[in-house]
């Protein structure tokens, strides 16, 4: 999906909005939701011009967005440049930084700006030690935070805040997953003499654990007369080589296909071919993708971490996976031998989780308009606030 610019008169609220790169993923797809919602002919909040830069662009045909200006890469001092020229350009109102590498430019985007400075957190754990010492450093000097869970106001903003000593606006600004598939096709159990397909997309990283997805993917191999097959989809960020070779060496390397940084359609072809969509993250913020299986009907095990602690019951319409990935795999294996409790979930799982962007959209908006001082009376509810005024 890529929505572009509308011309049309120039608007009260200016936002631009700072991100790493447009590859498909969480924050890419809300920046892109955003963009459907605000600049079509007939937008949400006529009100409000809302821009992308990001530091790097993504591959032609891997795409979540085209972001309004592009970097040449997320490490480039060149590329953090170009984005502060267009911070002093465009001289918006209200900037919003998603991802440690922006957020690090947010106070000299607002100093050049003059405008006001959101830091949007979109995880309930730090990634990494800059990811931590940027954040810890930002939250308490930033205008607003914007969350996408409470999982990370209570275990990434609140704590910067006590260790700051401060307090700041925080609203939470809900994302809305579009599903990864939309054919409203009820979800059907394998057949035994075929593959039980499982299917990952996301970011590659150590914290989404694809070595216990892999341990569960042996285990259903063994287990399903027909065996088991896994694709992994999307950019690799420091886990797939010791994903593959813990796969090698229990014989699991031909069940696993690679496929890289997709676009959204092609990632949305291979997930509706699957059975299983199967994420075992040691934590998450809303977890984009898992929501946008849920919401697509897909049969998901997941680890409850994050959003997904609060939104899904095991069972009910999902799989909610512990430490022991055998226990998880014979009681997926058990679910596929019962077509019908197999399709009765996914069911569930569409009809619990579908909803649409807009709720998103005007979260944004309004918070948006509050900092820059042109709320509307009656437009939302205000952002919900920390211990004290900053």
């Known amino acids: 999906m890529h929505a572009r610019s509308v011309e049309r008169a120039p608007a009260d609220v200016r936002v631009l909005h700072l991100i790493h790169d447009t590859t498909v993923g969480g924050v890419e797809a809300i920046a892109a939701h955003l963009q459907a919602a605000l600049r079509t002919p007939d937008p949400l909040a006529a009100d409000v011009r809302y821009r992308v830069a990001s530091l790097a662009g993504a591959p032609e045909g891997q795409e979540a967005l085209v972001a309004d200006v592009e970097g040449t890469g997320v490490n480039s001092p060149l590329s953090a440049l170009r984005l502060l020229r267009e911070a002093r350009r465009l001289r918006p109102q209200v900037t919003v930084t998603s991802l440690w590498r922006v957020v690090a430019l947010g106070a000299l985007a607002r100093r050049l700006s003059g405008g006001r400075w959101a830091v949007w957190v979109h995880s309930s754990r730090f990634t990494n030690r800059f990811d931590r010492a940027v954040h810890r450093w930002a939250i308490p000097r930033t205008d607003m935070v914007l969350v996408d869970s409470a999982s990370a106001y209570e275990n990434v903003v609140r704590p910067a805040l006590a260790r700051a000593g401060t307090s700041v606006p925080h609203v939470l600004v809900h994302p809305r997953a579009s599903p990864i598939f939309s054919d409203d096709v009820p979800r059907r159990a394998p057949r035994t003499d075929e593959p039980l397909r499982l299917v990952f997309w996301g970011r590659l990283a150590p914290s989404k654990r694809l070595d216990r997805i892999v341990e569960l993917l042996g285990r259903a191999d063994a287990l399903w007369p027909g065996g088991a097959r896994l694709d992994l989809i999307g950019p690799d960020d420091g886990a797939l080589e010791s994903a593959l070779a813990l796969a090698a060496s229990h014989g699991l390397?031909?069940?696993?296909?690679?496929?890289?940084?997709?676009?959204?359609?092609?990632?949305?072809?291979?997930?509706?071919?699957?059975?299983?969509?199967?994420?075992?993250?040691?934590?998450?913020?809303?977890?984009?993708?898992?929501?946008?299986?849920?919401?697509?009907?897909?049969?998901?095990?997941?680890?409850?971490?994050?959003?997904?602690?609060?939104?899904?019951?095991?069972?009910?319409?999902?799989?909610?996976?512990?430490?022991?990935?055998?226990?998880?795999?014979?009681?997926?294996?058990?679910l596929a031998q019962d077509p019908e409790a197999f399709?009765?979930?996914?069911?569930?799982?569409?009809?619990?989780?579908?909803?649409?962007?807009?709720?998103?959209?005007?979260?944004?908006?309004?918070?948006?308009?509050?900092?820059?001082?042109?709320?509307?009376?009656?437009?939302?509810?205000?952002?919900?606030?920390?211990?004290?005024?900053?």
């Open 253 to 334: 390397r031909d069940r696993i296909t690679r496929h890289g940084a997709s676009a959204r359609e092609e990632i949305g072809a291979l997930a509706a071919a699957a059975h299983v969509f199967v994420q075992l993250s040691d934590f998450e913020g809303y977890a984009m993708s898992a929501h946008e299986a849920l919401s697509a009907g897909m049969v998901c095990a997941l680890t409850p971490v994050g959003e997904l602690a609060t939104d899904t019951a095991d069972g009910v319409d999902a799989l909610l996976v512990g430490e022991d990935t055998d226990s998880a795999a014979e009681r997926l294996i058990a």
């Open 343 to 390: 399709e009765a979930m996914g069911t569930r799982a569409r009809s619990r989780h579908s909803a649409s962007s807009t709720d998103m959209a005007e979260a944004f908006v309004q918070a948006c308009r509050r900092l820059a001082g042109t709320e509307r009376p009656g437009s939302g509810a205000a952002p919900r606030r920390g211990t004290g005024a900053r």
